[in-house]
């Protein structure tokens, strides 16, 4: 029940408002998240507390996070989105 509770809460964080992101995040948290490693759900925690601007950045790849923790989600976030048409 708690994980319904915390999956829920972050579904919401998820949700950006910039369609952008929420193409990306709201499939990836919905279709991708439970199968993560505690490790790879920690940094999607991490990545959500992220401002928008830099989101943006790193989604377009027109950037890389400097955190390789970082990286490691933005990656897993795009490869999802990728396989799924997006």
Same mark, same amino acid.
């Given at each position: 029940?708690?994980?319904?509770?915390?999956?829920?809460?972050?579904?919401?964080?998820?949700?950006?408002?910039?369609?952008? *992101? !929420?193409?990306?995040?709201?499939?990836f948290i919905d279709e991708a998240y @439970?199968?993560?490693?505690?490790? #790879?759900?920690? &940094?999607?925690?991490?990545? *959500? !507390?992220?401002?928008?601007?830099?989101?943006?950045?790193?989604?377009? @790849?027109?950037?890389?996070?400097? #955190?390789?923790? &970082?990286?490691?989600?933005?990656t897993l976030v795009l490869e999802h989105?990728?396989?799924?048409?997006?």
């Amino acid at each position: 029940m708690t994980d319904n509770i915390e999956q829920k809460r972050l579904r919401w964080h998820s949700r950006r408002g910039m369609l952008e *992101l !929420d193409v990306l995040l709201i499939p990836f948290i919905d279709e991708a998240y @439970e199968q993560l490693a505690d490790d #790879d759900k920690k &940094l999607y925690k991490v990545l *959500l !507390d992220q401002e928008d601007t830099d989101l943006f950045a790193w989604f377009l @790849e027109r950037v890389e996070p400097e #955190d390789s923790g &970082l990286q490691r989600i933005v990656t897993l976030v795009l490869e999802h989105a990728r396989s799924r048409g997006a």
